[in-house]
């Protein structure tokens, strides 16, 4: 399995090379966020605003509507709950290109309640003209940029840092709007998004070595959730879906999925996995996805509820599995 460092910061350097209008600001938490390789290569286009995230979100708006393209970075947490008014009134009803990247996106931080950014999406999803979308692994990271620029209006975006896998090929970037089709058959309908979607690509060895098969799409674009091949999968589900976020259930990629089932009268059963009602403990992101049914193994548990039957997986199993790029990785 490839896995590379800091992605996101030398990512950032190469691409903004050539965007004199590309600014960055940080909310004093610039290395935390991988801003610091741009800032130390292009000075003059960095703003340390320090702990003052309303004031940032206000100074952003204020840069995007003198023609710049402000990259805003922070954990999200502090974006979001701290600064909504400003996102809300400042930068998504007058529909300013400011870029949001909201880092420690739910169990990839041990920070514990006060850094884990469990219902951003729920709580960003109601705002009109912002674009919602969560990278999972160096591919996307390394695409996000280039998807993102042509985009017109705000964006926010669920990001990783520091150690990242490949999960896709280098030539399969990240595209708005549309989904990854990971698995093309199967009975049951898979849809996962962030560090969730590494995990069922584990379960799904295990589970068509036993000769069951889902199809499984990676979602990452949450808002907006109007990609025709999601509805397809989904109306194409004669066993139910499932739904597996790094996020509460409430809110997040599974209320999208309900709400797009209701909608269309798709009379499909469906399983959302992910945090249920309940802040999380401070802990390793491994124990945390396990604590919380993020897993491999509580994927395969739902299969088998689905399916009625014992797969008789044993841990073992799970551990030994080691993941490359998928070959599967069409965009829709």
């Known amino acids: 399995m490839e896995i590379l460092t800091q992605v996101h910061a030398t990512n950032l350097v190469r691409w903004a090379k050539d965007k004199p209008e590309v600014l960055v600001l940080s909310g004093d938490l610039t290395a935390p966020t991988e801003a610091h390789l741009f800032r130390d290569a292009y000075p003059e286009r960095f703003f340390s605003m320090g702990l003052t995230e309303q004031n940032m979100m206000s100074f952003a708006a204020g840069l ?16 979001y709950r701290r600064a909504l008014d400003q996102i809300a009134i400042s930068i998504a009803y007058p529909s300013l290109r400011v ?20 219902d951003d999406v729920a709580v960003l999803r109601g705002l009109p003209n912002l674009t919602i979308l969560e990278c999972v692994d160096a591919t996307e990271i390394e695409s996000v ?45 898979l849809l996962t998004g962030g560090v969730c979607t590494e995990e069922a690509l584990k379960a799904r060895t295990i589970l068509e070595a036993r000769g069951v098969s889902l199809r499984h799409l990676h979602v990452s674009t949450l808002k907006p959730f109007d990609d025709p091949c999601v509805l397809e999968a989904v109306l194409a589900a004669r066993r139910g879906v499932i739904t597996m976020e790094n996020h509460t259930i409430v809110g997040g990629l599974g209320s999208a999925t309900a709400e797009l089932i209701a909608t269309h009268g798709a009379a499909r059963s469906l399983c959302r996995l992910g945090i249920r009602d309940q802040f999380l403990h401070g ?35 799970l551990s030994a599995i080691a993941l490359g790029p998928s070959p599967a990785t069409a965009v829709a």
């Open 64 to 79: 995007a509507r003198e023609g710049f393209v402000p990259l805003v970075h922070t954990f999200g947490v502090f974006m």
């Open 99 to 118: 870029r949001m990247f909201g880092f420690l996106p739910g169990v990839t931080t041990p920070g514990g309640v006060t850094h884990q950014a469990i």
């Open 145 to 189: 940029l280039d998807a993102i620029h042509p985009l017109p209006g705000p964006v926010y975006i669920r990001m990783m840092r520091g150690e990242s896998v490949r999960l896709f090929p280098a030539d399969a970037p990240l595209r708005v709007g549309q989904a990854r089709v990971l698995g093309p058959e199967g009975d049951i309908t």
């Open 283 to 317: 802990a390793s992101k491994p124990y945390l996805m396990r604590e919380y049914g993020l897993d491999a193994r509580a994927l395969i548990q739902q299969v088998e509820t689905m399916l009625h039957t014992d797969l008789a997986v044993r841990d073992d199993e």
